[in-house]
């Protein structure tokens, strides 16, 4: 069992910046893609940025640019710095472990705030 804990929302500015954490319980990111995914009231739930077991990033078209997603193997912990933030990017964002192997499942944090208003 693995837990993933999200840490770092709030209410920001348009144009400001924050940064999301996504601890886990243990160590997994040889064996686990890592993902933040977001949803917005009344929308589906989408993909925002992953980064593999090797190292590669993923980003959606709407955030390329702005967000930068990076981990901290020793700390056993994702980040997703968000730049340049928009009213559209308001959204509860979820931080998502997901094996290609088929018998391991995926996990989900419990997701955090973050809201974009003036």
């Known amino acids: 069992q693995v837990q993933l804990v999200e840490s770092g929302g709030g209410l920001v500015q348009p144009g400001g910046s924050l940064r999301l954490s996504c601890s886990a319980s243990r160590s997994i990111f040889s064996v686990y893609v890592m993902g933040w995914f977001r949803q917005a009231p009344g929308k589906e739930r989408e993909l925002v940025a992953r980064i593999t077991r090797g190292g590669g990033v993923n980003y959606a078209d709407s955030v390329k640019g702005r967000f930068t997603i990076s981990r901290d193997n020793a700390k056993n912990t994702v980040y997703l710095q968000m730049n340049s933030l928009k009213p559209e990017d308001t959204a509860v964002y979820l931080c998502?472990?997901?094996?290609?192997?088929?018998?391991?499942?995926?996990?989900w944090g419990q997701g955090t705030q973050v809201t974009v208003s003036s």
């Open positions: 998502n472990a997901h094996s290609p192997v088929p018998a391991l499942p995926d996990y």
